[in-house]
């Protein structure tokens, strides 16, 4: 009787495994086995899943966001560390975040308002947001590094998210830099300096954070300064930003943010327009969103010194969904929504009348058919979510 022929994936299986003997550490996967092992921290809002293209933050995968002085990027920091924090698996602990902070202008209330609701009434100190200050890339660097290798070996569960916040990877100088200053009078390379160490930590992070068979639960939020890239398309053609680091971390990160802004509000009710763009989107086209931060009073005297901020994500929704950037013709078969100039939001697919903007995102969300219909119509794919 005649043996059954060999299709060509066991014939490859065969000659990778002979290639491959002797490796340590490799493995290999099909696209679906692939594609079913990513996942990463849930994103709870409609705009945000737009603008990265995802509905979670893929684990191990480093995020930059940059721009110029007083954009909020320490502030949308702040806020991720938070929903890391927040985040927790069924039977397992809540998450917690490190700021390795270069910059040493951390703004306590500012903190405190995203972290609001995780006030340790023993020790009054916010339990789940380690605060680390360094004066140079060398050691913020060593305790990123540090963070992944200790994690592996000492949470084998892989049950508590682990938010890492580098702000900034442009807001210090290397050990070497200091050194060349002291020794000659002069930082003479130090920017070389800091772009070498950049480019070996977005070299590695990616081998540090994954263990083999999957990433580990750890979220890397690098915060830079806006660079200026010069145009290559002659003296017509605009430049494009980018942020200050190694051109590497270009290459290794899946997605940047570009943050620009202008003043909004007035005197009682200051605030800030940020525009969200995708300056690099590995998961999808180029994107960007409108999204409102505002400062807060304290709520029991509102002449009290502010007490911190909201970034204003519901309203960021309704305003994507109200003016889309897909044909509105075609949302038209699926959802109407409009926003009135003072913030309400008409939808008769939901049965919102002049609503807050929160009521549509919440009932967006217990709408399971309307809300994977917009995540097609919108490009926007599904990553399974930590603690799922």
């Not at 043996?3 to 493995?27: H, N, Q, R, Y």
């Not at 702040?78 to 069924?90: D, E, M, P, T």
């Not at 809540?94 to 609001?116: A, C, M, Q």
């Not at 947001?129 to 990123?144: F, R």
Request: aromatic letters at 8%.
């Amino acid at each position: 009787m005649a043996k059954p022929k060999k299709g060509t994936s066991d014939i490859m299986a065969a000659a990778m495994e002979g290639l491959t003997s002797g490796v340590s550490g490799f493995s290999m996967c099909s696209l679906q086995e692939y594609e079913d092992k990513l996942w990463g921290i849930g994103l709870p809002h409609f705009s945000q899943q737009y603008l990265f293209s995802t509905t979670a933050l893929p684990f191990s995968c480093p995020i930059v966001m940059f721009a110029k002085p007083g954009r909020c990027k320490s502030t949308l920091g702040y806020y991720f560390a938070a929903l890391v924090a927040k985040s927790k698996a069924a039977g397992g602990n809540e998450g917690v975040s490190y700021l390795i902070d270069t910059e040493h202008k951390i703004s306590p209330n500012l903190v405190r308002s995203f972290f609001e609701d995780d006030l340790d009434q023993t020790t009054q100190q916010h339990s789940r947001l380690q605060i680390l200050p360094v004066n140079s890339l060398n050691k913020g660097q060593a305790i990123a590094v540090a963070l992944a290798a200790n994690y592996k070996k000492k949470c084998p569960e892989r049950n508590i998210p682990v938010c890492c916040i580098f702000d900034s990877i442009s807001g210090a100088g290397t050990d070497e830099s200091a050194a060349k200053m002291e020794k000659e009078g002069g930082i003479g390379r130090g920017v070389t300096d800091s772009a070498l160490r950049n480019k070996h930590l977005f070299e590695n992070w990616s081998a540090l954070v994954n263990d083999g068979k999957e990433d580990l639960p750890i979220l890397f939020f690098c915060i830079s300064h806006e660079g200026e890239q010069i145009s290559t398309g002659g003296p017509h053609m605009p430049s494009a930003p980018k942020p200050k680091g190694s051109n590497v971390m270009q290459f290794k990160t899946p997605t940047m943010v570009h943050i620009t802004s202008q003043l909004i509000g007035s005197k009682t009710n200051p605030g800030i327009r940020l525009k969200l763009d995708t300056a690099k989107n590995s998961f999808g086209c180029k994107r960007k969103i409108n999204l409102d931060f505002r400062w807060k009073p304290t709520p029991d005297d509102p002449l009290s010194p502010l007490l911190g901020g909201r970034l204003d994500w519901a309203r960021a929704t309704a305003e994507l969904l109200a003016d889309p950037p897909i044909p509105k013709k075609t949302l038209d078969e699926y959802i109407h929504v409009s926003l009135s100039d003072d913030g309400f939001v008409t939808c008769p697919e939901l049965g919102l009348t002049k609503a807050p903007c929160e009521e549509l995102e919440i009932a967006l969300h217990l709408n399971q058919k309307l809300y994977d219909q917009l995540l097609g119509l919108f490009a926007v794919q599904k990553i399974k979510a930590f603690g799922e």
